[in-house]
């Protein structure tokens, strides 16, 4: 069974800087796909990056980046030059082999201050 | 282009009421599941479907039923429901496993 753990409930970070939001995952199976979701209070789910464990790079779109260290079995996400828009909650999420059920870590509350 | 719709966005119901949530995409994505939503949890995966005709359970199935006619309709079914199904609902849906899913806006469901 896979397991993901998101150990900071809340972050706060201040307008135009960076902010780093940890994802560590457990699996015994050597393929599977790293996700990460952005939730703004509105409630709706929105996909923002993947890391397939197979992919040599970092996943990269737009601001967002995804720190992926196999070994450490860690895929935070990186948020470059924050903005007051980016203040949500933050799911990261995983999949195993060719199968799309998600398994979920318990979020992270990002709040981007001035 | 809808995406994922999910009908209806609210609903409150009495204790040992079914009910049907519906969902619906456009996008021809063969999986489709269903996530509920907890205040300090994460989502977790209720049923889902790899084809039409095809369902399986996920992680909380008990209470729940659905069933997949067609490609793009996966409805979920509360048979009696209780309060501990009190719950955001959310459906989703990927072209092929193992890829980014798209969900729809959620249903609040409110059991009294």
């Known amino acids: 069974a896979q397991k993901i753990t998101q150990t900071q409930p809340g972050m706060f970070v201040q307008e135009k800087e960076a902010v780093t939001l940890d994802c560590t995952y457990d699996?015994?199976?050597?393929?599977?796909?790293l996700f990460w979701y952005k939730q703004p209070s509105s409630g709706e789910m929105i996909f923002l990056i993947y890391q397939g464990s197979y992919d040599q790079q970092n996943a990269t779109e737009g601001r967002y980046s995804l720190n992926f260290q196999k070994a450490r079995k860690s895929a935070n996400l990186v948020i470059s030059a924050s903005q007051l828009g980016d203040s949500a909650m933050y799911f990261c999420?995983?999949?195993?082999?060719?199968?799309?059920?998600?398994?979920f870590g318990t979020g992270t509350r990002l709040q981007v201050t001035l | 282009n809808a995406g994922v719709t999910q009908t209806p966005k609210f609903q409150v119901l009495k204790t040992g009421q079914s009910m049907t949530l519906q969902c619906a995409q456009d996008?021809?994505?063969?999986?489709m599941s269903w996530y509920r939503q907890d205040p300090g949890m994460g989502l977790r995966l209720i049923h889902y479907?790899?084809?039409?005709?095809?369902?399986d359970q996920g992680e909380v199935p008990n209470g729940y039923n659905v069933s997949r006619s067609t490609t793009e309709d996966f409805p979920l079914r509360l048979l009696s429901a209780a309060p501990s199904q009190t719950s955001v609902y959310f459906c989703?849906?990927?072209?092929?496993?193992?890829?980014?899913?798209?969900f729809g806006d959620g249903t609040r469901l409110s059991i009294l």
């Open positions: 999420a995983m999949t195993t082999g060719t199968a799309s059920k998600l398994t």
């Open positions: 996008m021809n994505h063969e999986y």
């Open positions: 479907s790899v084809g039409a005709g095809i369902t």
């Open positions: 699996t015994s199976d050597p393929s599977y796909g």
């Open positions: 989703a849906s990927s072209y092929i496993g193992g890829q980014p899913q798209h």
